[in-house]
């Protein structure tokens, strides 16, 4: 039997994990593939056992309840992916992931060796759970394809017409990629700061997927190694996304430090309002206008957050990439990072078309997380 109880006023629905070691030695198995998970009605449920030795299942609490579910042998049934990371070597050795509520992405060393400076993590909005990504890259493709071609032949308006249809730069009733990147942090990305300045990473070395759904990814990117104030440092990121979940779980360290060091981790800012731009101790919030607010009329909203609290949060102006319409990075500070220390925060955009209506509902989302991250599911596997 598992159990899963709420300790919180809330209602709760989210992915929650078991000792899968715990479930075998129950069940009497060594192996976990003719394990299955059901339900008060005897229905199995989605379940995934992960790299890190957890059984994974979607649960819904009420306040201050208890859910159990039935953990036995049978033959699992096919179920949907929720979830998943996939590499684009056309699109220059891009990383994306994605859930059923956004998609994001990592950049790659064939983008770096073209000499294009995108740093941080990009993020593409969706207006629909299935998973979309690899759909997306397919279409974009055929649109330059088809593009390139029309323009060979001197056909410029067909050129532009055929790019259009296709493109995930514009929304065709599924979401698209209108976040602009550059040179920054974009929503999310972890880096070292010297003084006051970030010293920005760019493209990941090694991509290496752990967990890949049906409702969790889980996947670890590994730099280059570079010069950092004298020192040969090498960064590591692990990513976690579930399914349902508006924030990514980032891991993060550094090898090669000598002596501690400030890492920072943000969001890119593009507009001075003040009011687009919200300070806590717990996380950056920020209201971003899209790489087009006239055509597009929404914003994207973004945040870093901290549920344990960050030593300090600040706005870095960039003066020299104004031209590219970045006011600064807002960041969170770590100091005195050590060598192979630990580091873990949180990530994660959305929008008007996926449950976020405004910023308001944005900062309630976030509040909420917080408050689920400090009253966790308390989950057990029990013998009746």
Known sequence: MLSVRNTSDVQRHEIVAFDASKVCKLLSVEGIE?????????QQLPRQFTHDGKLLVEVSVRPHGEARFVVET??????RRYVDSYL???????VAWENDLCIYRAYGPLLQRSGEKAFGFDV?????????ARRRYQLH??????????RRKGQKVAANAAYNSKSYHIDHGRGLDCYKVGPSLGCGAPAVMIGDSIVMPWAYKEYKVLDN??????????????IIDGQEVVEHRVITLDKGSRFNRILVWYDGFNRPMTAVSGVVVHTDNTADLIFNKNYIAYCDPTDSPERHNFQIYVATIYPEGIDTTRLIRDAGHKKNGIVGNAVGIKNGIKSGELWTYWFGASWCRMGTANQAEWLQQIQTFIDNQKAPLQTDVIEI
């Open 34 to 42: 003719q394990i299955v998970v059901k339900d008060s009605y005897d």
């Open 141 to 150: 493709r055929e649109a330059c394809e088809e593009r390139d071609q029309l």
């Open 213 to 226: 759904g049906p409702l969790r990814v889980t996947f670890e990117l590994e730099y280059p190694k570079v």
């Open 74 to 79: 049978g033959v699992p049934k096919a179920f």
């Open 88 to 94: 684009s070597h056309w699109r220059a050795d891009d």
């Open 124 to 132: 593409w909005v969706k207006s629909t759970e299935e998973l979309d």
